[in-house]
C-alpha cells in the first residue's frame, strides 16, 4: 500500500521550500498535503486532523488569491512605469516641441 504519510512528509518540505522562495506554487502543494493530512486523518479515525486542515486550505487559497492579485497589480503598474519611462525617453529625443508661430508680415 502507498504510504501518505511519507508522500505528506515530502510535500511539507517541497511547500517550505516554495514559498520560502516566494512563489505561489508553494500554497498549491500545501493544499495538496492538507487533503492528504485529511485522507490520513480518515483513514485512522483522528478525526481532528479534517477541520484543521480544511481551515488550512481555506487560508491557502484566500493566500494564492490574494498573492496573484498582487503580482498582477504589480505588473499593471511596472507597464504603466515602462510607458511613461518611453514617453519620457521619446521627449527627450526629439528635444521640446515648441510650437512654430506664423506671423503675418503685412507690405507697407
Not at 504510504?3 to 512563489?23: F, H
Not at 487559497?61 to 505588473?75: C, G, H, L, V
Request: hydrophobic share 45%; net charge positive.
Amino acid at each position: 500500500m502507498f504510504r501518505l504519510d511519507y508522500l505528506s512528509c515530502l510535500l511539507t518540505v517541497l511547500a517550505t521550500i516554495l514559498v520560502g522562495r516566494k512563489l505561489w506554487t508553494g500554497l498549491v502543494v500545501s493544499g495538496v498535503n492538507s487533503v492528504i493530512v485529511c485522507v490520513i486523518g480518515l483513514h485512522t479515525s483522528q478525526f481532528g486532523f479534517i477541520p484543521a486542515n480544511l481551515f488550512c486550505i481555506c487560508v491557502y487559497a484566500f493566500s494564492i488569491r490574494s498573492w496573484i492579485k498582487e503580482r498582477t497589480n504589480a505588473q499593471t503598474t511596472n507597464a504603466q512605469k515602462n510607458e511613461e519611462s518611453q514617453a519620457r525617453h521619446d521627449s527627450i529625443e526629439t528635444g521640446p516641441q515648441i510650437p512654430l508661430l506664423q506671423s503675418s508680415v503685412t507690405a507697407a
